[in-house]
C-alpha cells in the first residue's frame, strides 16, 4: 500500500514538474498564443452576442495570469504573481459571492498589475539565451497582444473611476461584457488604424490612446531589431 502511494506522489510529483518546466520552454509560446488569439479576437465576439457567462469571461483571464506564476524560476517573481494570482482569484470569487460590496474596479486595478508583470517575464523569457527561433517571434507577438489587453483595462479602469472615456457608437455598462469594445478600441489605437467609429473623449484615455500607437509604432522595429542582433552574438 505504502510503496502505490509513494508511486503515484513521484508520478504526481513528475507531472507537476514537467507542467511548470514547460512553461519556461520556447515551445510555451505557441501555447499562449492560442490562449491570447482567442482571447483577443474570439471572446469578445463570444461576449458581443451573449454566448458565454460572465463566469467563463474571467476564467480566461485567470488562466492567463495562472501561467504566469510558472514564467520564472527567481523566488521573488513566483511569489508575487502568485500573490497577485490569488488575490485576483478571492476578488473575482467575493464578486460572484452574495457579498454585497462591488470588488469590480478592484479587480481590474489588481488586473492592470497582473499584466504588468505578465508582459515583463514574457519579455524576459523573449530574450533569454541570446536565441533567435520562430518561437521567439510568436513570443513577440504575444507580447503585442497581452498589451492590447492591458490597455483594455486601463480603458476601462478610466472608464469606471471618471465616468467617460470612450465616445462614439458605443454604450458602456460598466460589466464584463464591455471588453468586447474595449479590447476593440485597445487594438484600433495600438495598430494605428483608427476607424473613427470609437474615439477617446477624456483627457487620461486620449494619452493613453496615443501612448498605445506609440508603442504600435515603435514596438515591432524594435523588438525585431533587438531579435536580429541578438542572433548575431
Known sequence: MNQFVDKKGRQV?????SFTAYWLTDASFGVLLLILLFTVFVLPILI??????????????????????????????VVLTTVLFMTQ????????????????????????FNMLVFIFLNIRLLFRDHEVNIYRVIGAINVYLLVAIL?????????????????GE??????????????????????????GDLYPIQVMAKMLSVFLSTIGILYPAVVIARLVSASKV
Not at 482569484?89 to 469590480?104: Q, T
Not at 455598462?173 to 489605437?189: C, N, P, Q, R, T
Open 89 to 112: 482569484l478571492g476578488l473575482r470569487f467575493l464578486r460572484f459571492s452574495s457579498y454585497d460590496f462591488e470588488f469590480y474596479l478592484a479587480e481590474r486595478i489588481v488586473g492592470v
Open 151 to 167: 490597455g483594455a483595462f486601463l480603458f476601462e479602469i478610466i472608464y469606471l473611476t471618471t465616468g467617460s472615456g470612450i465616445g
Open 48 to 77: 458581443e452576442y451573449g454566448h458565454v457567462h460572465a463566469v467563463f469571461v474571467n476564467t480566461v483571464f485567470l488562466f492567463l495570469f495562472f501561467t504566469g506564476i510558472w514564467s520564472s524560476r527567481f523566488k521573488v517573481l
Open 170 to 195: 458605443v454604450v458602456l455598462e460598466g460589466i464584463d461584457k464591455d471588453f468586447a469594445l474595449y479590447i476593440y478600441f485597445s487594438l484600433v489605437s495600438l495598430t494605428t488604424v483608427g476607424f
Open 13 to 17: 510529483k513528475h507531472a507537476f514538474n
